[in-house]
């Protein structure tokens, strides 16, 4: 799954985009007890957690918990795109084909 995070926190420095990682999304796996595949649905406050933990790995000063920092910036936007590749592999050619 690679989703590209559109976060502006409306503190004068503009919108910006972050791409999740392998890294962030196994950490929002063990910060929230979640599974990428349990078919909850991704909602506002898994996003919150990623770009938490994307704006920490860029050198961003955060809090220590996504949702102290969002408490600091409660009028941010916040939208995802996902970008992941539906075919990431590439076909090779069977016997058949």
């Known amino acids: 799954m690679k989703l590209v995070l559109k976060l502006d926190l409306k503190d004068g420095r503009g919108e910006r985009s972050m791409t999740t990682n392998m890294f962030a ?3 929002w796996e063990q910060i929230e007890n979640r599974k990428v595949t349990d078919g909850k649905g991704i909602g506002f406050s898994d996003m919150c957690c ?7 790995l860029s050198g961003d000063s955060v809090p220590a918990t996504w949702r102290e920092w ?3 910036h409660p009028d941010m936007d916040l939208s995802a795109e996902d970008v992941t590749d539906p075919n990431p592999t590439v076909a090779a050619p069977s016997d058949d084909n």
């Open 25 to 27: 999304i196994t950490q």
């Open 50 to 56: 990623w770009a938490h933990i994307l704006a920490q």
């Open 70 to 72: 969002v408490k600091q």
